[in-house]
């Protein structure tokens, strides 16, 4: 199988080379494009532009930072819609919100093409592992035609209905995951300052009923204060933001989601956006000098 891939980031990189593994030929775009030489190593080619890659694939996947870059692919010069026509499929696996989905899949079903978001759960690794946990919505043909690529990328795939339902999904869950990520990290802090070994809350936790996959893996290097991006947290707050403005729409009081969101806020103006979303860590110990 033969698709496209636009976005080479942190995911995007990982998702594409775990493509090529598995046989499938892959075009890829970049906005910087030198980080596509990385992949032709693995045996991808090059596409110049958006557009490009659209014309040359039936199937193209799209793995980008936000709403804005989303966009940008699609409406701006050289970008998806110049290209994209009957018989081709998009397939944008970017964290946006449902209005972004939306104005997406018109602009492509306007001319003809196909459209499916697919969100996914699960980061960096999950990503090299082909283990990811993908959230689609859309058109189910297209869905029912790219299977073989998301059996590649991912360990189980939703089929949620109409477009908006994947996003929205993800956003839940990520506002779950990011109002976890402060109360974890300021029970860490807690543990410490109280005269606790925090090593032993990681083992305490592990042993109980809210003992979870995160807590496991970023517990050790929180507590080396080591925060190498796999979620940048500048997507972390970014997904705040956009799972807040759901709640919003929806009259939904998200308290806890909005305090942690402050915090995400916080610490990317501390400078910390391109570190992993665990490093708001940095923010509560900074917040925690008072005697
Ligand atoms: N990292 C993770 O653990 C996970 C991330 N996600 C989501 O996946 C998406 C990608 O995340 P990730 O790979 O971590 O992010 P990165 O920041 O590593 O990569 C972002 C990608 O978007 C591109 N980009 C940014 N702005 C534009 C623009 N205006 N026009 C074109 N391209 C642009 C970047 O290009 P360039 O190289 O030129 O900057 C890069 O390819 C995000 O929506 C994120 O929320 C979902 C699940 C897990
Ligand atoms: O959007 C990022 C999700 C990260 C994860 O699920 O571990």
Same mark, same amino acid.
């Given at each position: 199988?033969?698709?496209?891939?636009?976005?080479?980031?942190?995911?995007?990189?990982?998702?594409?080379?775990?493509?090529?593994?598995?046989?499938?030929?892959?075009?890829?775009?970049?906005?910087?494009?030198?980080?596509?030489?990385?992949?032709?190593?693995?045996?991808?080619?090059?596409?110049?532009?958006? !557009? =490009?890659?659209? *014309?040359?694939?039936?199937?193209? %996947?799209?793995?980008?930072? $936000?709403?804005?870059?989303?966009? &940008?692919?699609?409406?701006?010069?050289?970008?998806?819609?110049?290209?994209?026509?009957?018989?081709?499929?998009?397939?944008?696996?970017?964290?946006?919100?449902?209005?972004?989905?939306?104005?997406?899949?018109?602009?492509?079903?306007?001319?003809?093409?196909?459209?499916?978001?697919?969100?996914?759960?699960?980061?960096?690794?999950?990503?090299?592992?082909?283990?990811?946990?993908?959230? !689609? =919505?859309?058109? *189910?043909?297209?869905?029912?035609? %790219?299977?073989?690529?998301? $059996?590649?990328?991912?360990?189980? &795939?939703?089929?949620?209905?109409?477009?908006?339902?994947?996003?929205?999904?993800?956003?839940?869950?990520?506002?779950?995951?990011?109002?976890?990520?402060?109360?974890?990290?300021?029970?860490?802090?807690?543990?410490?300052?109280?005269?606790?070994?925090?090593?032993?809350?990681?083992?305490?936790?592990?042993?109980?009923?809210?003992?979870?996959?995160?807590?496991?893996?970023?517990?050790?290097?929180?507590?080396?204060?080591?925060?190498?991006?796999?979620?940048?947290?500048?997507?972390?707050?970014?997904?705040?933001?956009?799972?807040?403005?759901?709640?919003?729409?929806?009259?939904?009081?998200?308290?806890?989601?909005?305090?942690?969101?402050?915090?995400?806020?916080?610490?990317?103006?501390?400078?910390?956006?391109?570190?992993?979303?665990?490093?708001?860590?940095?923010?509560?110990?900074?917040?925690?000098?008072?005697?």
């Amino acid at each position: 199988m033969e698709v496209g891939f636009l976005g080479l980031g942190i995911m995007g990189k990982a998702m594409s080379i775990n493509l090529l593994r598995h046989g499938f030929k892959v075009t890829v775009w970049n906005r910087t494009l030198s980080k596509c030489d990385e992949l032709v190593e693995h045996g991808a080619s090059i596409g110049e532009t958006p !557009a =490009a890659v659209i *014309k040359k694939c039936k199937y193209t %996947i799209a793995m980008l930072s $936000d709403p804005s870059a989303a966009l &940008s692919v699609i409406f701006d010069k050289d970008g998806v819609l110049e290209q994209i026509s009957n018989g081709k499929g998009y397939i944008d696996m970017s964290t946006v919100d449902d209005d972004t989905s939306l104005k997406i899949s018109e602009a492509i079903k306007a001319k003809g093409g196909d459209f499916l978001e697919a969100p996914v759960s699960g980061s960096k690794k999950p990503a090299e592992d082909g283990q990811l946990v993908i959230l !689609a =919505a859309g058109d *189910k043909a297209l869905y029912d035609e %790219i299977v073989p690529a998301f $059996d590649v990328l991912g360990k189980k &795939s939703f089929y949620l209905g109409e477009v908006g339902n994947g996003a929205k999904m993800k956003l839940v869950v990520n506002m779950i995951m990011g109002s976890m990520m402060n109360a974890f990290s300021e029970g860490l802090t807690l543990a410490e300052r109280s005269g606790l070994n925090p090593a032993t809350l990681l083992d305490v936790l592990d042993l109980g009923a809210i003992s979870n996959a995160m807590f496991k893996l970023k517990g050790p290097t929180m507590l080396k204060n080591s925060y190498s991006p796999a979620f940048p947290l500048k997507h972390q707050q970014k997904d705040m933001r956009l799972a807040l403005a759901l709640g919003d729409e929806n009259a939904v009081s998200m308290p806890v989601a909005a305090a942690a969101n402050e915090a995400f806020k916080t610490a990317r103006s501390l400078g910390l956006g391109d570190l992993d979303f665990s490093a708001v860590h940095e923010t509560l110990k900074a917040l925690d000098h008072s005697t």
